[in-house]
């Protein structure tokens, strides 16, 4: 046998016996990805969680945050409400905490009652049960959530029979999963992340088996693929009239839907393994220096602001704050207020006192941009459009909690990855980074993935209705494998027994 001869026959047993082992996980993979196309995983968004907030009362509202234990260790500093009454939760090397700002005494642990109180709150007239405590779960293996644990479970009696996640740390609302949502994630991201293999928020074993199993169908859609193209006659026909030389029905078709979404099927499963970013492939050789960039952290050096002159300013302006968050930029401490729509104002002290902004300079963010990477800045440019490397997704989306607004600073930097960054000049947050090789990886797994170019993402339902026939056809494809697969098993295992 020459060595091309056995070439294809080692892709021929290559491609029948990975798809053997694949077929059913690909079949699941396909048809829970449609449905991920409409339902995303259980969140609490931004702009969900402010809207349960009730505005800041300006008038005997809270002591200084400066009074606060340990705040001057503080990286992060905010004054929200919990339980409908305003509170600073702090994040320090010890942890996250909980302070009454009307008292400055520390709250929690939360307990049940807590619990169901928040919960309440949250959900103004439904009815609410305390359902346990949780380490972690299906819907909660978010790293975010760690300084939050146990979480406390309640269901609400709402028409949605949602389910909140609360912090038995600070008592805030962490998560909100509907039954329904819930329902359709087992048949969604529940079951597309196999996720039923997780344990815990970083799970390598999970991770590994994942990338395992993808990198096992991109081989078997691999060698499908060339066995397709192998046996096809472009030019021409088999006896029996057809293009494929299969008269057996599942053969045929799983030859014929092949050819047509072959293709598609061997990019969605690569670019699910490229998802999980194997061996660090797409990981930063340089990150962006977040504490550079700010030059100070807010429990270090704070805005010298008092809480009721900011909210007063604010609300002069018609801007109710829900939330206010100690920032700084660049050494320059300010106040980042957040209303129930996760609209954002600037509090900034000057020469002549307070003064709200509604946004950063370019110029100011330049300043700052300038101590993120050592390589200095060799570009810059307003971004007013999205682009294939700025872009906001959809709620539903994995991506749908990013902020991406616009117009944005986008600061190009002379380091070796050719890193870019995109500054929101609204809260003065680095929104979004990517070097070389992250670019790599948003081609690889987003756009082959998820389709998500400004151009495909502006088509709504036309985009959708695509992704939603090519699903539906790497799902057949998949089908008829799944059915020559279990014939295959069959006839092998009783000729053993025979």
């Known amino acids: 046998m020459s060595m091309a001869s056995q070439g294809k026959r080692a892709v021929i047993l290559a491609h029948r016996w990975t798809g053997v ?41 809270c002591v200084d945050p400066g009074t606060l234990p340990g705040v001057g260790d503080a990286t992060r500093l905010v004054l929200t409400s919990i339980r409908g009454r305003p509170h600073y939760v702090t994040t320090t090397p010890a942890g996250v905490a909980a302070f009454d700002a009307a008292t400055g005494r520390r709250a929690g642990p939360v307990d049940g009652a807590g619990a169901l109180a928040a919960a309440r709150t949250f959900l103004p007239g439904a009815g609410a049960r305390l359902a346990g405590q949780v380490a972690e779960d299906r819907w909660t293996h978010a790293r975010a959530l760690d300084a939050h644990r146990p979480l406390h479970v309640v269901e609400l009696d709402d028409a949605a029979a949602t389910r909140l996640y609360v912090s038995s740390t600070t008592g805030q609302v962490m998560l909100d999963a509907p039954r329904a949502q819930r329902a359709w994630n087992y048949v969604g991201a529940w079951l597309h992340w196999l996720y039923m293999l997780r344990s815990q928020p970083k799970d390598p074993v999970w991770s590994w088996t994942v990338i395992a199993l993808s990198a096992v169908g991109t081989l078997a859609a691999l060698a499908g693929a060339l066995n397709g193209i192998w046996r096809w006659r472009f030019a021409g026909r088999y006896k029996s009239g057809a293009r494929t030389p299969f008269r057996e029905a599942a053969m045929r078709w799983h030859h014929v839907l092949g050819m047509a979404f072959g293709a598609v099927l061997l990019a969605w499963i690569f670019s699910g393994l490229m998802s999980m970013n194997p061996l660090g492939v797409f990981d930063a050789r340089l990150r962006p220096d977040l504490g550079a960039y700010a030059g100070a952290t807010p429990g270090a050096r704070r805005a010298p602001v008092a809480v009721p002159q900011a909210l007063a300013l604010l609300r ?3 801007f109710a704050a829900r939330e206010l968050e100690w920032r700084v930029l660049g050494g320059e401490p300010y106040l980042l207020a957040r209303d129930g729509a996760d609209r954002t104002r600037l509090v900034v002290a000057g020469g002549a006192g307070a003064a709200v902004l509604a946004r950063w300079s370019d110029a100011r963010l330049l300043a700052a941009a300038r101590a993120l990477l050592p390589a200095a800045p060799v570009g810059q440019a307003r971004v007013t459009d999205y682009d294939a490397y700025y872009y906001k997704r959809g709620a539903q989306s994995m991506y749908g ?18 890193t870019s960054a995109w500054i929101d000049p609204y809260t003065g947050d680095v929104a979004a980074s990517m070097d070389r090789a992250q670019r790599a990886g948003r081609w690889l797994f987003n756009l082959l993935h998820s389709w998500d ?19 539906a056809g790497g799902l057949l494809l998949s089908g008829t494998a799944v059915v020559i697969g279990m014939r295959r098993l069959r006839k092998r295992f009783g000729a053993a027994r025979t």
Do not use: K, T
């Open 21 to 61: 082992a694949m077929c059913v996980l690909m079949a699941l993979w396909f048809a829970s990805g449609m449905v991920m196309l409409f339902v995303g995983y259980p969140r609490l968004l931004p702009a969900e969680r402010l809207a349960g907030l009730p505005p800041l009362p300006v008038q005997g509202c």
């Open 316 to 318: 002069a302006q018609g």
């Open 401 to 418: 909690d990013d902020d991406r607004r616009l117009p944005a600073l986008r600061v190009d930097f002379g380091d070796a990855g050719a």
């Open 453 to 471: 170019l400004p151009a495909m993402l502006a088509a709504g339902w036309v985009r959708e209705a695509v992704l939603l026939v090519l699903g």
